[in-house]
């Protein structure tokens, strides 16, 4: 019989491998929606992965000052598009959930309809993009209503390398999020390896010292086309190396040398923890809807999954 996602997470012997992708622009009808769901589907078809993760996306500009690279537009309901997109691939889906919109009642009538109308259980909670912003609900806040909330929910958070760079305390933010119940995490998108690394190292040392086996954290990588997509990737907060950013730009095909330096990345984090008893999963995304880049982000997906595959083979060898 095969594992749930969930069951997968929970077992550090086993890969996990997942690919990010957000919901369709609201307005969508249903009928158009269910044509993008099978477009998506029919993309994935050839490849073998576990879940799909759609994200909540908000508009984060209280965040920073900086123009967005690419207009924000609102989208369909992320549980809508969770659970067609779970119907139609019978695969598990993670849907991620902003809580800062809506008191602690709202949230709490948000958790009953995800639970009874759209049947969905594995749910990723996000704060707000920025202590400045206007905050009806905290993440712990929320965390602690969901713990009491009768839903039986398989709750993963969010981890982010670069927080870790500036504030060097991710990792103890890890620690209190398993306190809040969280199972498992996904990381922001990773071009920055020395920064994973760190992080990982942290929270591997403190689970340690804690006595606790540390939790998953699942790493996303996405492909980079050009400097338009270079520049969202630094306004979304993402790390890229100078020596990187140039990689790439000076490259005669940005696309596939960002691929490369992924794949490398994804190297440098595996030999670099594998002493330290972290399992690690990945996820792979599209940053814009270019039809180049989401070809390449199959192209990313397969390139790291053998690389995970292999490593995880030889970890049970070992």
């Given at each position: 019989?095969?594992?749930?996602?969930?069951?997968?997470?929970?077992?550090?012997?086993?890969?996990?491998?997942?690919?990010?992708?957000?919901?369709?622009?609201?307005?969508?009808?249903?009928?158009?929606?269910?044509?993008?769901?099978?477009?998506?589907?029919?993309?994935?078809?050839?490849?073998?992965?576990?879940?799909?993760?759609?994200?909540?996306?908000?508009?984060?500009?209280?965040?920073?000052?900086?123009?967005?690279?690419?207009?924000?537009?609102?989208?369909?309901?992320?549980?809508?598009?969770?659970?067609?997109?779970?119907?139609?691939?019978?695969?598990?889906?993670?849907?991620?959930?902003?809580?800062?919109?809506?008191?602690?009642?709202?949230?709490?009538?948000?958790?009953?309809?995800?639970?009874?109308?759209?049947?969905?259980?594995?749910?990723?909670?996000?704060?707000?993009?920025?202590?400045?912003?206007?905050?009806?609900?905290?993440?712990?806040?929320?965390?602690?209503?969901?713990?009491?909330?009768?839903?039986?929910?398989?709750?993963?958070?969010?981890?982010?390398?670069e927080r870790h760079a500036s504030k060097r305390n991710e990792h103890e933010r890890?620690?209190?999020?398993?306190?809040?119940?969280?199972?498992?995490?996904?990381?922001?998108?990773?071009y920055n390896a020395q920064e994973t690394i760190d992080l990982i190292t942290s929270?591997?040392?403190?689970c340690r010292h804690k006595g606790i086996s540390p939790k998953r954290i699942i790493?996303?990588?996405?492909?980079?086309?050009?400097?338009?997509?270079?520049?969202?990737?630094?306004?979304?907060?993402?790390?890229?190396?100078?020596?990187?950013?140039?990689?790439?730009?000076?490259?005669?095909?940005?696309?596939?040398?960002?691929?490369?330096?992924?794949?490398?990345?994804?190297?440098?984090?595996?030999?670099?923890?594998?002493?330290?008893?972290?399992?690690?999963?990945?996820?792979?995304?599209?940053?814009?809807?270019?039809?180049?880049?989401?070809?390449?982000?199959?192209?990313?997906?397969?390139?790291?999954?053998?690389?995970?595959?292999?490593?995880?083979?030889?970890?049970?060898?070992?």
């Open positions: 019989m095969a594992l749930s996602l969930k069951q997968k997470i929970q077992d550090p012997k086993q890969g996990v491998y997942l690919i990010g992708t957000t919901p369709p622009k609201m307005g969508t009808d249903k009928a158009q929606l269910e044509t993008i769901a099978n477009k998506l589907l029919a993309r994935l078809h050839e490849i073998e992965y576990d879940g799909v993760i759609i994200y909540d996306i908000q508009d984060e500009s209280s965040r920073t000052a900086v123009p967005r690279p690419f207009p924000f537009r609102k989208t369909v309901d992320p549980r809508e598009y969770s659970q067609l997109i779970s119907q139609l691939s019978e695969l598990d889906v993670i849907t991620y959930k902003s809580v800062a919109q809506r008191d602690e009642a709202e949230f709490n009538a948000w958790l009953d309809e995800t639970a009874e109308k759209y049947k969905l259980k594995n749910i990723v909670l996000v704060g707000s993009p920025s202590s400045t912003g206007d905050i009806k609900l905290s993440l712990p806040n929320a965390y602690k209503a969901l713990g009491e909330h009768k839903s039986n929910t398989f709750l993963g958070g969010v981890t982010i390398a890890l620690l209190e999020k398993i306190d809040q119940g969280c199972e498992y995490f996904i990381s922001q998108a990773v929270y591997s040392r403190s790493l996303t990588f996405t492909p980079c086309g050009g400097e338009k997509t270079l520049d969202f990737m630094k306004w979304l907060g993402i790390s890229v190396p100078e020596a990187t950013k140039w990689r790439i730009l000076d490259s005669n095909d940005s696309l596939n040398e960002s691929i490369r330096i992924c794949r490398d990345n994804l190297n440098q984090i595996l030999q670099s923890c594998a002493h330290l008893d972290v399992p690690l999963g990945l996820n792979i995304e599209s940053l814009t809807n270019r039809k180049e880049e989401i070809d390449a982000s199959i192209n990313l997906y397969r390139l790291l999954k053998a690389t995970m595959e292999l490593n995880l083979a030889e970890k049970q060898i070992a």
